[in-house]
């Protein structure tokens, strides 16, 4: 008779990893709301990160130079999504090394970098207050733009 609760039992933990797995911005996970963004002037210098490196999975230096994050900005204030699954996603901070917010303040955004196929290592990470980070080590360091 133990058998059946057993069998139950582990399908029922089955589903659940399974929805860890594949949930999405939207889930039960995080609220569904997009972080604000404010306007966003495409000449704006200030968008301008200058002298970025950013490495592969390797460590290699897969791109160098200036990353202009108006494009980006424009695409989270249009709510348009980068098709990568975290995109518009709930950022938990756990690297601490953003000011402590409540669960659900920060939004992830990814950033593309040139001949690098998969996300790569460039994000925004958005505020419920409109404060944007950017971080192109993947969450190692961040750099504040507004």
Do not use: C
């Not at 989270?76 to 669960?103: S, Y």
């Amino acid at each position: 008779m133990k058998k059946p609760s057993l069998i139950i039992l582990l399908l029922v933990l089955a589903l659940a990893v399974l929805s860890l797995q594949f949930s999405g911005p939207d889930s039960w996970l995080g609220p569904a709301e997009q972080a604000p963004v404010e306007a966003v002037d495409p000449n704006d210098a200030a968008l301008v990160v200058p002298n970025v490196t950013v490495r592969d999975l390797d460590g290699r230096v897969a791109w160098r130079g200036d990353v202009n994050l108006a494009p980006e900005l424009a695409r989270i204030a249009a709510g348009e999504r980068d098709p990568h699954r975290n995109d518009g996603g709930v950022f938990h901070n756990r690297e601490g090394l953003l000011p402590e917010r409540p669960r659900g303040h920060y939004r992830e955004y990814v950033v593309r970098t040139p001949d690098i196929s998969h996300a790569g290592p460039q994000r925004l990470v958005i505020g419920a207050d409109g404060e944007v980070y950017y971080t192109h080590d993947h969450y190692q360091s961040f750099r504040r733009i507004r």
